[in-house]
């Protein structure tokens, strides 16, 4: 049974939302936004009306998670009354509280995603490390660790390219992870994970049974839309294509329908030129896997634009955590059931909870480091 001051935790966290979340505003903005879809010709222009509704939905998710978090607190409230009268049980409190308590928390975790990329999709990229066989299976479990994250909170998944590895495991993976429904910021919270995971077993493929070290990078970018203008240089890009994999018998795809872009990147700093490689096996039609292929680049782009912008934001402000991309981030400790973020120093003995997608503690801890 919850006490009071659990009660008045729950109603003091709702009230403090209402106030960071200006919902005064936010409903008059919506007013006046909704409206604005209400004119006459505003389908006349397909992509502005797009970007409008957008918008529109954008303040609908706030007032009505704010909605969500005041009708689940109140209900609390009236449970403890109901509960002194006797007309309800502790148990029926209790299932109240959980309910409150885990939609504060989902409205104040949203709240600390305020970048202008973080309501997009995302795309992630995993690849093994060094180490053959042991690298390529954890590689292969991160991959069902983010299926399993995505699936939990309802997201879309779609598997772009997959690069198997020869005995177990996998070489390399891109998955793009969007929004849908109630899902959403998708990079928001995945962004988290962006560096290098470490792996501490006994190995199941040494026969020793000796304890062995393996490591997989996992790389986050934002999947952006038409609405958002990147510039590429034609004269940068060449294509090759290729056929897809299959299972074998009809399955074969007996025609070149796989692509590869090549855009050769130039940084507007030091001018040093890097090869972006990005294949795309998605489809069976090489027409839509090489407008895939032409988003993902796009989507790399803006990624690299924006890290730039914020590292020299993180030069300006002094005594800023300095950012490290690709650095090491996490382990994962099977025998000592132990996973630790060493960014944040957040850990868990879940192992199996994290492994099966549960990681909201991890990206919390990372986002609060990251507002702070």
Do not use: C
């Not at 979340?21 to 397909?46: C, G, M, N, S, V």
């Not at 929004?179 to 290098?196: P, T």
């Not at 990147?230 to 294509?239: H, K, T, Y």
């Amino acid at each position: 049974m919850i006490t009071q001051e659990q009660l008045k935790d729950v109603m003091d966290r709702a009230d403090a939302l209402y106030k960071y979340l200006d919902i005064d505003r936010k409903k008059i903005e919506y007013e006046e936004e909704d409206l604005r879809t209400q004119a006459p010709d505003f389908w006349d222009d397909p992509e502005r009306a797009r970007a409008q509704m957008k918008v529109v939905g954008e303040l609908k998710k706030w007032l009505d998670g704010y909605k969500e978090v005041r009708t689940a607190a109140d209900e609390v409230q009236l449970a403890m009354e109901f509960y002194k009268d006797e007309m309800v049980t502790e148990q029926e409190v209790d299932v109240a509280y959980e309910r409150a308590i885990k939609a504060i928390e989902d409205l104040e975790l949203k709240n600390m995603l305020r970048q202008e990329e973080d309501p997009m999709d995302a795309v992630l990229k995993i690849n093994s490390g060094a180490g053959g066989t042991e690298a390529q299976d954890w590689a292969q479990m991160l991959m069902r660790m983010y299926l399993r994250w995505a699936e939990k909170g309802g997201y879309k998944v779609t598997v772009v390219d997959l690069l198997e590895a020869d005995d177990a495991g996998i070489k390399s993976v891109t998955m793009q992870i969007e929004n849908q429904g109630e899902a959403d910021y998708a990079y928001g919270y995945l962004k988290s994970e962006s560096g290098v995971h470490r792996l501490v077993r006994v190995s199941p493929y040494n026969a020793q049974g000796k304890r062995m070290t393996s490591f997989a990078s996992v790389f986050v970018t934002p999947l952006i839309d038409d609405t958002i203008e990147v510039e590429i240089d034609p004269a940068r890009i060449s294509w090759d294509t290729f056929r897809s994999s299959g299972a074998g018998g009809q399955n074969v795809n007996k025609v070149e329908t796989g692509v590869r872009v090549r855009y050769m990147y130039q940084d507007p700093d030091t001018g040093e030129e890097e090869e972006i490689l990005i294949a795309n096996t998605e489809s069976r039609k090489q027409q839509q896997n090489r407008e895939n292929a032409l988003r993902l680049l796009k989507s790399q782009l803006y990624d690299r634009a924006m890290k730039k912008r914020m590292e020299a934001q993180a030069a300006i402000e002094a005594g800023k955590k300095k950012i490290e991309w690709g650095s090491q981030i996490r382990s994962y400790v099977f025998d000592d059931r132990r996973v630790k973020d060493h960014r944040t120093g957040y850990q868990t003995a879940d192992v199996d909870g994290v492994m099966d997608g549960k990681l909201d503690g991890f990206i919390k801890a990372y986002l609060m480091e990251e507002q702070n």
